[in-house]
């Protein structure tokens, strides 16, 4: 079942990015920039201290995935999320009223204040969604986990459209947000009804803390790292740039949702296994997963980057032309991050959290770096570029830091077979980008976009097959994940109750 468990984790996940990219066209062609850059700057303001609600989720599903006691873990997970809430909310608007009213702090952009105040209100029912996806996760039941967040998104996003199409601004599109977690609760309560909780337990509440110290440095630079670069560039920019950098960043985002879907499909299976001392099953899982990744995933990687600037354009409009390069570099940042979440699904697996703690902090220390150095005005000062470089920058130091440290510990090893494909790819780009590109110039956006990429795309995939890449065996597996009446039985039996854990 562990193929119908990604495969429906991935759609669910793709159907959601897809539907919010589809409404964030209609809402930043309508909207505009600068109202785009209200939203991602209040969702980054307020964003930046949720590492204080995150330190137990990953605790959640290791405990629960050995074999800890589900009900005694329900009950202690919900008591540390809930403190760790309160103290959320504190520390915000302690932060949001010292600005405003000590040191008088200006907001740019029309009614920011009040849209930091309507996010922080749908971060915390966020929380709260977050939490029941963390509960079925740990029992790796994947049409559970995935269904609110699919119904909710659906809701969000006609809401959003609903409401530039009708003229308002950034704070009705922040109130949508909150309307959609509240209509879409009623299912989390329907889906729960089957956990039973048990009692608040002192030693498994230490346990929590116990994973979750490391997990707290992982936590924190993350969520510095997601969300500081915006607040930065409002900073040394405006929020107009935040707008051009969120367009480009939301639609090659779209890419993360696979390495996001191996993270959260392999790191309660390779927690098992490695509590079984099954290593030869996660390397087997891990290499399925990457010939997936670079056969498919690859091709697209370079068409996308290749036709940036149609894509765009075509997309969200010649106000938006600017997003083009830094959508370019974002996507390369996307497949560096899913290649390398495997290879730290098997270090935290491993238990080697103060590990990943550390590589966690030295990314963070890349991150700021380069990110300084980039926009300041004094030295480079790249404006919305600089985020989009740094984000390719930390990327990639963290899959060769996981990957390295995969290798010492388990002795995995594809580098030689790796290296085939992406010598395929870098050729196959520098044809493109020299000798096919410029002379497309001459026709229109539209058709680059809509014709020319996805031929351009499925060629260079069959061409894989010329050089013995593409081989039976793969168009086999591949007709195993698409297979439909496998993937609804599975959701089926999950629903019903019938969870798989293989």
């Known amino acids: 079942m562990l193929k ?33 850059g209200v939203i991602a700057f209040a969702t980054a303001y307020v964003s930046i201290f949720l590492f204080i609600t995150g330190l137990f989720g990953s605790a959640h599903i290791k405990l629960v995935s050995e074999g800890e006691n589900e009900k005694d873990c329900l009950t202690t997970y919900s008591w540390l999320l809930g403190i760790s809430i309160i103290i959320y909310l504190i520390v915000v608007l302690c932060t949001f009223f010292v600005q405003k009213f000590v040191f008088q702090k200006v907001f740019s952009g029309i009614g920011t204040e009040y849209v930091i105040l309507i996010i922080l209100f749908s971060t915390i029912i966020a929380t709260v969604f977050n939490f029941s996806e963390t509960v079925f996760i740990a029992k790796t039941e994947q049409a559970k986990s995935n269904l609110p967040n699919l119904i909710r998104s659906i809701i969000e996003n006609i809401l959003r459209v609903l409401v530039v199409f009708l003229g308002f601004g950034a704070i009705a599109l922040a109130s949508v947000k909150v309307l959609s977690f509240l209509l879409a609760f009623p299912l989390i309560i329907f889906l729960f009804k089957g956990k039973k909780f048990g009692k608040f337990n002192k030693e498994i509440a230490k346990k929590y803390w ?14 510095l790292m997601m ?27 779209m890419l993360i949702i696979l390495g996001n879907t191996a993270g959260t499909v392999f790191f309660p299976l390779f927690s098992s296994l490695v509590a079984t001392n099954k290593l030869d ?27 940036s ?36 699904n098997i270090i935290e697996g491993l238990g080697l959290f103060w590990l990943s703690s550390l590589i966690n902090f030295l990314k963070f220390l890349v991150f700021i770096t380069t990110l300084l150095i980039l926009i300041h005005p004094d030295i480079f000062n790249l404006g919305a570029m600089a985020l989009a470089i740094t984000q390719l920058t930390i990327n990639l130091f963290l899959f060769i830091a996981y990957y390295f440290i995969s290798f010492r510990k388990i002795k995995i090893q594809y580098i030689k077979y790796q290296l085939h494909f992406l010598l ?3 050729l196959v780009y520098l044809l493109a980008y020299y000798y096919l590109v410029p002379n497309l110039e001459s026709l229109s956006i ?21 050089f013995g890449l593409f081989r039976k065996s793969d168009v086999k597996f591949f ?24």
Do not use: C
């Open 4 to 36: 119908q468990k990604f495969v429906i984790d991935f759609v669910s996940k793709f159907a959601i990015q897809f539907i919010t990219a589809s409404a964030g066209i209609a809402v930043a062609r309508i909207a505009g920039p600068e109202v785009l």
């Open 210 to 223: 116990h994973i979750a110290l490391p997990i707290f440095v992982i936590v924190i630079t993350n969520s």
């Open 227 to 253: 969300y500081s670069d915006k607040i930065i560039l409002e900073y040394f920019g405006s929020t107009k740039e935040i707008g051009i950098y969120t367009a480009a960043f939301s639609i090659a985002g």
């Open 281 to 307: 099953i996660i390397k087997s899982k891990v290499w399925q997963f990457e010939r997936f990744l670079f056969l498919i995933i690859f091709p697209v990687i370079i068409s996308l980057s290749l036709f």
């Open 309 to 344: 600037y149609p894509i765009m354009v075509s997309l969200l409009g010649i106000k938006y032309e600017e997003s083009a390069p830094l959508f370019s570099l974002l996507i390369f940042s996307s497949f560096f991050a899913i290649w390398g979440m495997p290879y730290g």
């Open 424 to 426: 395929y790819g870098f």
């Open 446 to 466: 539209y058709f680059q976009t809509f014709i020319i990429l996805p031929v351009f795309t499925v060629a260079i995939i069959a061409f894989q097959s010329f």
């Open 479 to 502: 007709l195993q994940l698409i297979n439909l009446k496998k993937n609804i039985d599975y959701v089926k039996e999950e629903i019903k109750g019938n969870s798989h854990n293989v």
